[in-house]
T-cell receptor
Framework: DSGVTQTPKHLITATGQRVTLRCSPR?????VYWYQQSLDQGLQFLIQ???????AKGNILERFSAQQFPDLHSELNLSSLELGDSALYFC?????????????FGDGTRLSIL | LAKTTQPISMDSYEGQEVNITCSHN???????ITWYQQFPSQGPRFIIQ???TKVTNEVASLFIPADRKSSTLSLPRVSLSDTAVYYC??????????????FGSGTQLTVLP
């Protein structure tokens, strides 16, 4: 158990809809990362937050957004969903925003777009 | 960017030692080398991290030569439950002190009975 909690575990919705994925980091971790994993793209970094502020952006679409709240939990919002957004979405956390610090991953949210 | 290259797949038998080598020719001075393990439908799990020479923990060893252009993850006496994808990553610094992990394709290790 990594200590990172993601909800829901599974989400099924239709194209054009909007969903929110939630992540609670490990106790004491201030940094949260979001990743997308699909069969053809592998594990792709989306965005990082540290103590409520955005730190880094990766391959995140404009239709996607995220935020980290004062209690340090984070939400990833996906809108105008397309079939290609079907994937596993992982959240990870680390204690600080220091280079080379290991990240601890949750078990992901499986998003299926019908 | 420090790109990594790993074998796509490896097979082994229970009880054997497995060595997975990763190439990272463009590793930067400040970069560490980190290995993760991922089971199907689960998030990656941190295994081990090192900067140079050898690092050992309760599950694996990591060997890094002096030039740091490659590294080898060593799993002693593997079991069926070690069947997973193993990722080698090299730390990258972006704006400020933010760190972005770049996962390659990983190595699918299959342990056979």
């Amino acid at each position: 158990d990594s200590g990172v909690t993601q909800t829901p575990k599974h989400l099924i919705t239709a194209t054009g809809q909007r969903v929110t994925l939630r992540c609670s980091p490990r106790s004491g971790d201030l940094s949260v990362y979001w990743y997308q994993q699909s069969l053809d793209q592998g594990l792709q970094f989306l965005i990082q937050y540290y103590n409520g502020e955005e730190r880094a952006k990766g391959n995140i679409l404009e239709r996607f957004s995220a935020q980290q709240f004062p209690d340090l939990h984070s939400e990833l919002n996906l809108s105008s969903l397309e079939l290609g957004d079907s994937a596993l979405y992982f959240c990870a956390s680390s204690e600080r925003d220091r280079p080379n610090q290991p990240q601890h991953f949750g078990d992901g949210t499986r998003l299926s777009i019908l | 960017l420090a790109k990594t290259t790993q074998p796509i797949s490896m097979d082994s038998y229970e009880g054997q030692e497995v060595n997975i080598t990763c190439s990272h020719n463009n590793i930067a001075t400040n970069d560490y080398i980190t290995w993760y393990q991922q089971f199907p439908s689960q998030g990656p799990r941190f295994i081990i991290q090192g900067y140079k020479t050898k690092v050992t923990n309760e599950v694996a060893s990591l060997f890094i030569p002096a030039d740091r252009k490659s590294s080898t993850l060593s799993l002693p006496r593997v079991s069926l439950s070690d069947t997973a994808v193993y990722y080698c990553l090299v730390g990258e610094l972006h704006s400020g002190s933010a760190r972005q992990l770049t996962f390659g394709s990983g190595t699918q290790l299959t342990v056979l009975p």
